[in-house]
């Protein structure tokens, strides 16, 4: 019988425009949870550039693709020791403008990870608040 995997996630990201369209994002994302009875824990830190597109006037759609580094705790994936090594992630979603200020995100991405010469593959999905600094 197969060892369920609990798990509660967090994160944030900060995304600087250069233009309307084109800009580059930092994300980090945190993972808890049980395995086989084990606590374990991974962290996430990635950067890459994102793409949006302005034309809708409440609507936002983006796209992104990001490299970057996971970190994982002992018994993670069944890991005998804690490890930095390789993540890269690449989705899109939707921003729904609340006002000039807010927004209500809905994103969906791949994950890929490597640990102990094996690749990860897993889909992520959120939804989050987004609060826009700065000028438009």
């Known amino acids: 019988m197969a060892e369920s995997w609990k798990s ?3 994160g944030g ?4 425009y250069v233009n309307p369209w084109f800009g580059g994002r930092l994300e980090v994302n945190g993972y808890s949870g049980t395995e ?3 606590s374990v824990s991974a962290q996430t830190v990635t950067y890459g550039p994102v793409f949006s597109y302005r034309r809708l006037e409440k609507v936002v759609p983006f796209g992104n693709f990001q490299i970057g580094a ?3 705790s002992t018994g993670y994936l069944g890991i005998s020791e804690s490890a930095f090594k390789f993540d890269m992630t690449g989705g899109g979603g939707l921003d729904i ?3 000039d200020r807010a927004a209500v995100r809905a994103e969906g ?3 890929m990870t490597r640990f102990l010469d094996l690749r990860q593959d897993n889909l992520r ?4 608040l987004v609060i826009h600094f700065g000028h438009k």
Do not use: M, P, Q, R
């Open 13 to 16: 990201a900060l995304t600087e």
């Open 109 to 111: 991405d791949y994950v």
């Open 125 to 128: 999905f959120s939804v989050s």
């Open 8 to 10: 509660k996630a967090s």
């Open 70 to 72: 996971i970190h994982a």
């Open 36 to 38: 086989a009875g084990k």
């Open 97 to 99: 403008n609340i006002n």
